[in-house]
């Protein structure tokens, strides 16, 4: 017994066989969409790229692309490509071209249709300028799914080249699942690129503050000039050394560079002044770093650098200021500020006092290792030292 099956005759065996085939290739169809579907649920940048060869090997295509609309869909770009085994790649031949080369194409488009063309010579008069083009690139048959995002913002084409085919619904049903997905990827990507250049921007604001008030200090002082970035320097290394990891080296570099930003409250004649100061000029000084943590409270930074600014002179048996705070009470990255910040000031030149030498700064902190300054924060640094990994010359 013969069975009519669209226009051709079958037997039983041949129909079960054809719908067996037909199921398998469905079920392997649905099965790619879904790994697509899975690949682009993860932000890469290759991602739309893996997705399109993926698909051009489950259709069985020779070219698989997106083009993207610019100016007003005036214009096209060919942005993505896939091609397969022994086929040219065309994307770099095809970017700036005018969309009015495809008006039949445009139409449907522009109303979020597909356009499918089984056979490039059945193309009817309409499409009379994109059967030309086609042809020229010996396209026998093409698929193109609307990229439609609220507006058109571009398409995905399937290319064979080889024969004409029958497309049927229900692929250009999943095809068109496909083209949804590629654009909420994209979506995705341009909200995570906006996001981190939003981030850079504002990563080069918060430099340029630091920076600025850096500068400040050290332009009103000139024994103090380079000491912060000098001090930055040597307490990032420390930091390193005891195996904070990067984010908390940053913040320690961000705070040496801030740390005397308070001194800009301190007369000038206090500050250069040449021989000792008397006990309420020493108390005016002191004050630099509650100041200094009031200067930059009120700049977005992480609460952290404010705190090491407050507390760089406190001193492990509470000895220091503003605050008296013990051991346990002051930071970790307090602590190797304050013992960059003396081992700096000490083999530096002061208005009241010439350098010291390394050997003599390293044993005031090795005598005070434990009762002013922390003890393994005072071991790394005369490690250090004695590596000769601190830059002193300069
Ligand atoms: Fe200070």
Redesign the pocket.
């Known amino acids: 017994m013969k069975n009519s099956y669209f226009d051709k005759d079958y037997t039983m065996d041949e129909l079960v066989k054809k719908y067996e085939l037909e199921l398998e290739y469905r079920i392997n169809f649905e099965n790619q969409i879904n790994q697509i579907t899975e690949a682009l649920t993860h932000y890469q940048e290759n991602n739309i790229d893996q997705a399109l060869a993926k698909l051009g090997i489950t259709t069985d295509m020779d070219r698989v692309y997106i083009f993207e609309f610019k100016e007003e869909l005036n214009i096209m770009d060919n942005t993505y490509e896939w091609c397969a085994e022994g086929i040219t790649p065309q994307k770099d031949y095809l970017s700036d071209l005018e969309s009015s080369m495809f008006p039949w194409w445009m139409d449907n488009l522009k109303e979020n249709k597909a356009i499918v063309v089984n056979d490039v010579e059945k193309i009817p008069p309409v499409g009379t300028n994109e059967q030309n083009i086609l042809k020229e690139q010996s396209i026998k048959s093409v698929l193109v799914i609307p990229l439609f995002n609220e507006e058109l913002i571009g398409f995905m084409g399937f290319d064979d080249t080889r024969s004409t085919r029958e497309w049927n619904l229900a692929d250009i049903e999943l095809l068109n699942a496909a083209g949804n997905l590629i654009i909420s990827y994209w979506d995705k990507k341009n909200k995570t690129d906006e996001l981190k250049e939003k981030n850079r921007e504002l990563e080069e604001t918060v430099n340029t503050i630091i920076q600025t008030l850096a500068n400040i200090s050290i332009e009103r002082d000139p024994y103090t000039k380079r000491h912060s970035v000098r001090v930055e320097s040597i307490a990032s290394k420390m930091a390193e050394k005891l195996g904070f990891d990067s984010e908390t080296v940053r913040i320690i570099r961000i705070a040496s560079l801030l740390?005397?930003v308070?001194?800009v409250n301190v007369p000038k004649s206090i500050l250069f002044k040449p021989g000792p100061l008397t006990e309420l000029e020493y108390e005016m000084v002191k004050k630099?770093?509650e100041m200094?943590y009031e200067i930059i409270s009120n700049i977005k930074l992480p609460e952290k650098i404010k705190d090491i600014v407050l507390q760089?002179?406190e001193k492990n048996d509470g000895s220091g200021y503003p605050n008296n705070l013990k051991a346990d009470e002051i930071l970790i990255e307090a602590k190797i500020v304050a013992v960059a910040?003396v081992f700096e000031s000490m083999i530096s030149h002061r208005s009241y006092r010439p350098a010291h030498d390394v050997s003599t700064a390293a044993k005031f902190l090795k005598d005070n290792r434990g009762n002013l300054f922390d003890k393994h924060v005072v071991d790394i640094l005369i490690e250090m030292v004695e590596n000769k990994e601190i830059d002193i010359l300069n």
Do not use: P, T
Request: proline content about 0%.
């Open positions: 740390h005397d308070g001194k630099h770093s200094g760089h002179h910040d």
